[in-house]
């Protein structure tokens, strides 16, 4: 079985590392790609096709919210919200799941959350497993 492919876009250069970190740790996983904005991903998405997107809300260019209105009309691929503006409840995660989101998990420090590896690393591996329809991952 092929592995679940991943595009990540966060305009942070390091939350897109820690990110990544993360998914490249689960060896059933594949990050295909990472973008800076919500229009390097409405592109890189029409190439790379990934089946599942984590996407940062707040970004220049293009918000996350503005993607998924878009990515609903061109892609099939589920969108898990990584980000600091999507707290339980608010507007933001709110509307995320009014356009679909199928998982949201807030960044527990604010934008640049240092340890999200530490935090929410299992959360966000296991969001992606359950979207992929993969068992959950080993507790370390």
């Given at each position: 079985?092929?592995?679940?492919t991943i595009?990540?876009?966060?305009?942070?250069?390091?939350?897109?590392?820690?990110?990544?970190?993360?998914?490249?740790?689960?060896?059933?996983?594949?990050?295909?790609?990472?973008?800076?904005?919500?229009?390097?991903?409405?592109?890189?998405?029409?190439?790379?096709?990934?089946?599942?997107?984590?996407?940062?809300?707040?970004?220049?260019?293009?918000?996350?919210?503005?993607?998924?209105?878009?990515?609903?009309?061109?892609?099939?691929?589920?969108?898990?919200?990584?980000?600091?503006?999507?707290?339980?409840?608010?507007?933001?995660?709110?509307?995320?799941?009014?356009?679909?989101?199928?998982?949201?998990?807030?960044?527990?420090?604010?934008t640049m959350?240092?340890?999200?590896?530490?935090?929410?690393?299992?959360?966000?591996?296991?969001?992606?497993?359950?979207?992929?329809?993969?068992?959950?991952?080993?507790?370390?």
């Open positions: 079985m092929a592995k679940p595009l990540l876009v966060d305009d942070s250069v390091l939350m897109r590392t820690i990110i990544g970190d993360i998914v490249r740790a689960d060896d059933e996983l594949s990050l295909v790609g990472a973008a800076e904005n919500g229009k390097v991903a409405l592109e890189m998405v029409k190439s790379l096709k990934p089946d599942i997107v984590l996407l940062d809300i707040e970004m220049p260019e293009m918000s996350g919210l503005e993607v998924m209105e878009h990515l609903s009309l061109m892609s099939r691929a589920k969108v898990i919200i990584i980000s600091s503006v999507a707290q339980v409840g608010s507007p933001e995660a709110n509307e995320a799941r009014a356009l679909g989101a199928v998982e949201i998990i807030a960044k527990p420090s604010g959350s240092l340890d999200l590896a530490h935090k929410k690393g299992h959360d966000i591996v296991a969001a992606i497993r359950r979207a992929a329809g993969l068992p959950p991952p080993v507790k370390p």
